[in-house]
């Protein structure tokens, strides 16, 4: 068994364990179904011989009554287990979609860089949905189709062993040929799911550039290039359809062969004089067990082979590790120093990554405000990256308070660390859920303050139902999910503060509010402010120039603007518009 | 002028099913045929099962042979009538489909006026998906019916010939199943669509959660994210399983009815089964049609069920096309299934552009904002900038002017009035670049000419300083780029747009505000190319950036939706505070 199947077993069994009561109510129910299945046919071979022969009126009534009440039953029986194997399904899946997407999220940014949302909705949700679908149906499908099948050979073996072998024979070549058949289609098919893919992409596209097509005149071009997607697209779902098919057809062929070979020996019998006319109607009837079984089998492997593959893709995601281990150290109220020790850093090893910090060495006294210019690729957003720990420095140290960040615990370094970037993620819930990010500990008056604070105050008395409105995309100007992102951080009252301040022009009120809230926010502070404005780096207590992942220029704001020979002064003096040119 | 929502609109889903069946009559005949054979021939092997055991009973052996051959028979027959028929199905199925996707991507490509998707563009392609897919499923019930309409009638004969109360009496239940399941058919579709909702919680939040993974991991937030998804997925696990509770109920009533239904037979027929008057073969035949008659009745309930799931689906797919008459959705047109497309028509005439002029051009949102009243001339060789804060209306002012968004006011070029700007403002007319292009999954070469004479290609490339980046693509123009394919820069799809743009040479050049992926230097570049290349170029362009407002013959400042001035820059940075503050914000401290 190969190390990857071994570990599907493994997560199998992590989940289902501790369910063992349903399961096992699940599995005795499905044997009680299964059961009543195979004597049922018995019930209506013995009315029909009873009628044949004569028999008592009541006795007749009595079996009639059987009948109806075990085919009741039956179902209830079957009912309950599709119900208990959902449930089964639903509960352990829900488990193990929690262990996936905090295992997800505890994952290295680098991870995250590399894999989009969409395909963690895949990995969280997807995959194991797959494998509630085998929990929930798969059990009670393929399990129960199993048992029957089995069930009813036996009946047939225990009724006359030749035909028990002829039928057994029969079950065993049409579900190998159907099986193998089946294979035929996968191959088709895949092609018509990448076609079909194509299709829907190339839909997609056009239709998201539609006013790009329409203005350049080229709708007719698209819609050429449509007809070619498409006519690939019917093709291949037509071949893929009918290789499918093949399969049907066989089984059309074969169960025609198998009833009338059934019915065919059973006349026989019965011209021998060996079986009742009630018994060549009981063959009859049990071939339709093995027919059905039969068909579910061949029709859900698919899903299993589908289910096997999620589970392993499920426990290849939890084999993942990060590589970032969390201290265990504590941060002190109030602002806190931040200091990088001769700090290089590079997003990877090789020759192809060259390192984007090159020796910072520097130290930001507790309750400074730094104003941080450079041109894009200077590094700014990298060095604050590692001070929030989202990276380690590839050589040297950056100390919190005056601990090395790695030997703090990452919870508590980013509780006291908070960043605010330009780029504000919103989450389709509560005004409330929003700010705290779905923390219930939050009591709603502090969500509130926070919300004044960032000088949404205006803008609270607007929703409906105060902090517990739902958030409607598209809902917040950018302004305000900026003052959004702002009372997030305040209401955790970090001691350091990165602000990757809005580069784009707002409208004036908003401006206005955004400065305000800004003030508010870096007040008692240590701050990193990643400035796109004049009037910010003005309120700088001190100035830090990055170039090309060195320090070039860091000291008080007042003694650069003084000094003739700074970066800082010729950038105030040179005018603005060659200020590229100062800083490079 | 606003956008109005449209009254709902009036169409039959019938005549429009109708449209689709005549599209290729014949096919759809032939498998009306075959599918109703197919759906008939059981009819016959349970009569042969049935004869079998009448002869058997009056040991007549020869007749019971005859009886089991014609049964084997019957039963070959089917695999013979089906293999026919699904080729045919899946062929009729596919080009219906085929022709409703076509028929909705060609309103949207090239239909004149406006054309507004009224949901994003994923939700837009669910209509050519899962609602294109409704309508084939009802054409199935269409095939299917007829032939299940005959095998119900015919059973139901049978039976009666055989002994009309037992038929009455058992059918009643077989009835009384369908009512209870339309009856129900309400609840299951609330208890699906929760438990659809359910899931689509959950999935949202799994996306925003790691689309926000840095901002949850630096607040430190991760145990309350996997506590939220645990909620969701407790509310999800109650949805699916009232969902699956009910759904198997339903099943079990369905699959119990014709069990209750045998049983009854079985009880009603006891004494003359025993007198001989109700023979073993009929209680066969009975049992052997009663599963099959059951299903025909569900599949008439579904139908209705079918026919309004599609008649909605009609109705997404013209809110899609917004304007369109619902007959365009079935119109017959060659699909080009077996032969080459053929080459799209030719482009309007060029004809020189003198003087472009909109007078009272007002286009708003359903916000309220937009454009009011703006006047504005473009003269030949003439470079304007159209200038503003975010939000003051600069793109919905070039898309209105464009067609691309409705819109009053009067448009004229070279003074003869434009009715329909949406058809009017193509190549060689003019050519636009919007502030986020698209490109698309396909090669870069493709991506620049889509559709464009190849001699242009170099040229567009130099204008739209791409050629370097060309150069520095493993395959060159060859590289496939877009979603699927190798991720562009911001600056090089911007830049492979106004190469797109350049490679169809037209008379007006309308720039959506390129600065927003360029750097200032390769827009400099980008402009200074452009005036020394031959011809009077004209060009009407948004932007904030120096290096455009340096070179503008006339700058229009918006604020608000309305230009509030235009000029010179020198004349406008004397006497515009609104420009002197627009000006001074150009080339930020940092990138």
């Known amino acids: 068994m190969s190390s990857s199947s071994r570990s599907a077993l493994a997560v199998l069994g992590r989940y289902l364990l501790p369910q063992w009561p349903r399961v096992l109510l699940l599995a005795v129910l499905l044997l009680g179904s299964i059961g009543l299945q195979l004597y049922v046919p018995l019930v209506l071979q013995r009315f029909i011989d009873t009628a044949q022969q004569q028999g008592a009126l009541a006795t007749l009534y009595r079996l009639a009554g059987v009948y109806l009440g075990a085919a009741v039953i039956v179902q209830l029986m079957q009912a309950g287990a599709t119900y208990v194997g959902a449930d089964v399904g639903w509960t352990s899946t829900n488990r193990l979609r929690a262990d996936l997407m905090r295992h997800l999220m505890n994952l290295d940014m680098a991870y995250h860089k590399d894999h989009t949302p969409g395909e963690m909705i895949e990995r969280v949700d997807g995959d194991v949905t797959a494998l509630s679908n085998f929990f929930s149906q798969f059990s009670v499908r393929v399990f129960g189709a199993m048992l029957l099948l089995v069930g009813s050979l036996g009946v047939f073996w225990w009724r006359d062993w030749r035909v028990g072998l002829g039928v057994t024979l029969f079950a ?9 058949l089946r294979r035929i289609g996968v191959e088709p098919s895949r092609q018509e799911r990448e076609a079909s893919a194509r299709l829907y992409g ?14 350049l005149g080229a709708g007719p071009h698209a819609l050429r290039g449509f007809l070619g997607v498409q006519k690939d697209f019917f093709w291949k779902s037509r071949a893929a359809w009918i290789s499918r098919s093949v399969v049907w057809r066989a089984s059309f062929v074969l169960f025609a062969i198998g009833y009338t070979a059934v019915l065919g020996a059973a006349v026989g019998m019965y011209a021998a004089g060996l079986v009742t006319i009630g018994t060549v109607y009981l063959y009859y009837q049990y071939m339709t067990l093995v027919e059905d079984p039969i068909d579910q089998l061949t029709q859900q492997l698919q899903e299993l082979q589908k289910a096997g593959a999620s589970l392993i893709r499920v426990g290849e995601v939890l084999a993942l590790r990060t590589t970032l281990h969390s201290g265990e150290r504590a941060l002190p109220e109030g602002p806190l120093e931040v200091r990088f020790d001769d700090v290089t850093f590079s997003y990877g090893s090789g020759e192809d990554h060259a390192p984007v910090l090159r020796g910072v060495d520097l130290t930001i006294g507790a309750g400074r405000v730094v104003g941080l210019l450079g041109r894009t690729g200077s590094g700014k957003t990298t ?27 990452t919870g508590a370094l980013r509780e006291r660390v908070a960043v605010v970037t330009q780029d504000v993620q919103l989450f ?35 929703q409906p139902e105060g902090v517990r409105t739902p958030l409607a995309a598209g809902s917040l100007s950018a302004g305000e999910a900026q003052l959004l992102a702002f009372a997030r951080v305040l209401l955790r009252d970090p001691g350091v503060v990165i602000l990757d301040e809005p580069s784009s022009r707002l409208d004036p009120a908003t401006e206005a509010r955004l400065t305000l809230a800004m003030t508010n926010l870096l007040r008692g502070r240590t701050a990193i402010v990643i400035a796109h404005r004049l009037d910010t780096v003005a309120r700088a207590d001190d100035i830090l120039v990055l170039g090309d992942g060195r320090v070039l220029e860091y000291g008080p704001r007042e003694t650069l603007a003084r000094d003739r020979a700074s970066r800082y002064s010729a950038l105030l003096s040179a005018g603005r518009s060659d200020l590229e040119e100062v800083l490079s | 002028m606003t956008v109005t929502p449209r009254a709902k609109p009036e169409f039959s889903t019938l005549r429009l099913m109708g449209g689709l069946f005549s599209y290729r009559r014949g096919l759809f005949v032939v498998n009306l045929v075959l599918w109703g054979a197919f759906h008939t021939v059981p009819v016959a092997f349970a009569y042969a099962a049935k004869v079998l055991f ?29 293999s026919a028929a699904f080729t045919l199905w899946i062929d009729l199925w596919y080009r219906l489909d085929a022709l409703v996707r076509r028929n909705l991507l060609s309103h949207l490509l090239t239909a004149p006026r406006a054309r507004r998707l009224p949901d994003t563009p994923a939700e837009a392609v669910s209509r050519f998906r899962d609602d294109v897919n ?16 005959l095998y119900a009638l015919v059973s139901f004969a049978l039976m009666w010939s055989i002994d009309p109360l037992i038929t009455v009496v058992v059918c009643a239940p077989l009835l009384l199943m369908v009512i209870l399941v339309r009856f129900l058919s309400n609840t299951i579709r609330a208890y699906r669509r929760r438990s659809r909702e359910a899931t689509a919680r959950v999935t949202d939040f799994v996306g925003e959660a790691f689309a926000a993974v840095s901002t949850v991991k630096l607040a430190a937030r991760e145990p309350m994210m996997v506590a939220h998804l645990e909620r969701l997925g407790e509310t999800r696990r109650h949805a699916a399983l009232r969902d699956v ?28 089964i025993r007198a001989g008057s109700f023979t073993v073969g009929d209680f066969v035949l009975f049992a052997t049609l009663l599963p099959r008659l059951a299903n025909s009745m569900t599949f008439f309930g579904g139908m209705l069920a079918q026919h309004r799931r599609t008649g909605v689906s009609f109705e997404r797919m013209l809110r899609l096309l917004g304007d369109a008459k619902p007959g365009q959705i079935v119109e017959h047109h060659d699909l080009h ?38 006047d504005l001339v473009v003269r030949r060789g003439e470079f304007v900038v159209i200038t503003g804060r975010i939000g003051s209306g600069k793109t919905t002012l070039l898309r209105a002017l464009l067609g691309l968004l409705p819109s009053g006011g009067r448009i004229t070029w070279n003074g003869r009035a434009v009715e329909d700007p949406a058809s009017f403002f193509v190549p060689p007319r003019s050519a636009y670049t919007s502030q986020l292009p698209q490109l698309f999954s396909e090669t870069l070469r493709e991506n620049v000419l889509q559709g464009a004479h190849e001699g242009r290609l170099q040229r567009a490339l130099d204008l739209s300083v791409l050629a370097p980046d060309v150069t520095q693509l493993d395959r060159g123009l060859e590289t496939v780029v877009g979603a699927r394919g190798v991720k562009l820069s911001g600056g090089q799809v911007s830049r492979a747009a106004a190469a797109r743009m350049f490679a169809r040479d037209a008379e007006l050049l309308v720039f959506d505000d390129l600065s927003s992926a360029l750097d200032a230097q390769t827009e400099r570049l980008l402009w200074e190319g452009l005036a020394e290349d031959a011809g009077e170029r004209t060009c009407l362009v948004v932007s904030h950036r120096r290096a455009a407002l340096l070179r503008a013959d006339r700058i229009l400042v918006l604020s608000e939706g309305r230009v509030v001035d235009q000029g010179r820059l020198g004349e406008l940075l004397e006497r515009s505070p609104e420009m002197r503050e627009l000006w001074a914000e150009d080339e930020p401290v940092t990138d």
Do not use: C
């Open chain 1, 428 to 462: 389709q819930a509560s005004v409330r859920d929003n700010l705290t990010l779905f923390d219930d500990r939050v009591p709603d008056d502090r969500v509130e303050e926070a919300l004044k604070e960032a000088g949404l105050g205006d803008w609270l008395a607007g």
């Open chain 2, 337 to 374: 299934l077996s032969s080459e497309p053929p080459a799209a028509p030719p482009p309007p005439a060029r004809e020189e552009l003198r003087e472009l002029r909109a007078e009272g051009l007002t286009a708003l949102h359903e916000s309220g904002r937009g454009v009011r009243d703006v």
């Open chain 1, 383 to 409: 060095l604050t990256r590692l001070v929030t720990r989202l990276y380690d420095p590839t050589l040297g140290a950056v100390r919190v308070a005056g601990v090395d960040t790695r030997d703090l615990d």
């Open chain 2, 54 to 82: 009448d002869r058997l009973r009056l040991g007549d052996l020869t007749g019971a042979w005859i009886a089991l051959a014609a049964f084997g028979l019957a039963r070959l027959a089917r695999f013979g009538v089906f």
């Open chain 1, 172 to 180: 065993g070549l049409t579900l190998t040929v159907l099986l193998r």
């Open chain 2, 245 to 272: 509770l009910l759904t198997e109920l339903i099943r079990s009533v369905n699959t119990n009815m014709v069990s209750v239904a045998t049983g009854m037979v079985l009880l009603l027929a006891a004494s003359s």
């Open chain 2, 134 to 149: 409704e309508v084939a499923q009802y054409t199935e019930f269409f095939t299917d019916g007829s032939g299940i309409l």
């Open chain 1, 202 to 215: 190339f839909i997609e596209e056009r239709l998201t550039g539609l006013d790009d097509l329409r203005a």
